[in-house]
């Protein structure tokens, strides 16, 4: 199993880089999970108070439960990806079954600070956009897609993502092998990384 890993602040196109990657794929081939997925269960909480949780600092991910999937990936196991919700701030009840693949990508902002899974992974790869340009994503998809109005995503990008981005996301470009621009849409990086996985398919 060829397993990667692809970082990257909010809105700088992790998920988009990888649909870009996986699109011309044999689809039983590669196989995708979230770091999103992996956000703790705080049902104990309400809605208010998951508001306010900092969504952007590693403590706020089951890195534990996401490296006990990855091993039981590379042994051949299927696991329950847990499905998040953030129109409620919280796991959901589902959970969607991934079955092991010989490409496995997992993909978040988070995924490089955490050394057990960092090495897990076979090809670490960050994607870079300029703050600017991830904040002009982040609120259009915010508001579009994640039920969130201007105020809240300008508040929570100064006063979270900005800091957290600066102390926890980026120093983690140090240990990519690969790095994207994504300011614009970059076929040949993706058209590199897809030729990488082809030669282990
Ligand atoms: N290179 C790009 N140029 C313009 N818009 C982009 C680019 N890459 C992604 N987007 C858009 O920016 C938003 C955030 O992208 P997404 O892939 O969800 O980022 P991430 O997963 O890193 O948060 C989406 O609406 C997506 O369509
Ligand atoms: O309930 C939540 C959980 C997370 N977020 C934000 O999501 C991004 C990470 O997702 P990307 O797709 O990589 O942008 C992170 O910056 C969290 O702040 C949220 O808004 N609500």
Redesign the pocket.
């Known amino acids: 199993m060829l397993i990667i890993g692809i970082a990257?602040?909010?809105?700088?196109g992790?998920?988009t880089v990888v649909n870009q990657i996986i699109n011309e794929l044999p689809p039983d081939e590669v196989g995708v999970i979230?770091?999103?997925s992996y956000?703790k269960d705080t049902s104990n909480l309400s809605y208010e108070e998951?508001?306010k949780?900092?969504?952007?600092h590693p403590r706020?991910i089951d890195f534990d439960l996401l490296a006990s999937h990855l091993e039981m990936l590379k042994n051949g196991e299927p696991i329950h990806q847990p499905v998040?919700?953030?129109?409620?701030?919280?796991r959901t009840k589902d959970t969607v079954l991934t079955h092991p693949r010989k490409v496995m990508i997992i993909?978040?902002?988070l995924i490089l600070t955490n050394q057990e899974i960092r090495d897990m992974f076979d090809i670490k790869i960050f994607v870079h956009a300029d703050s600017d340009e991830r904040l002009i994503r982040?609120v259009r998809?915010?508001i579009n897609e994640?039920g969130?109005d201007i105020d809240e995503v300008l508040n929570?990008y100064q006063t979270?993502?900005k800091p957290?981005h600066q102390q926890f996301i980026e120093p983690t470009k140090e240990y990519a092998d690969i790095i994207i621009p994504n300011n614009k849409y970059n076929t040949v990086a993706v058209d590199i990384v897809r030729t990488i996985i082809n030669e282990r398919l």
């Open positions: 990257g602040g909010t809105g700088c992790k998920t979230s770091q999103d956000y998951r508001t949780i900092n969504f952007d706020a998040y919700s953030f129109v409620q701030h919280n993909e978040g902002i982040r998809r915010d994640r969130r929570r979270t993502l957290m």
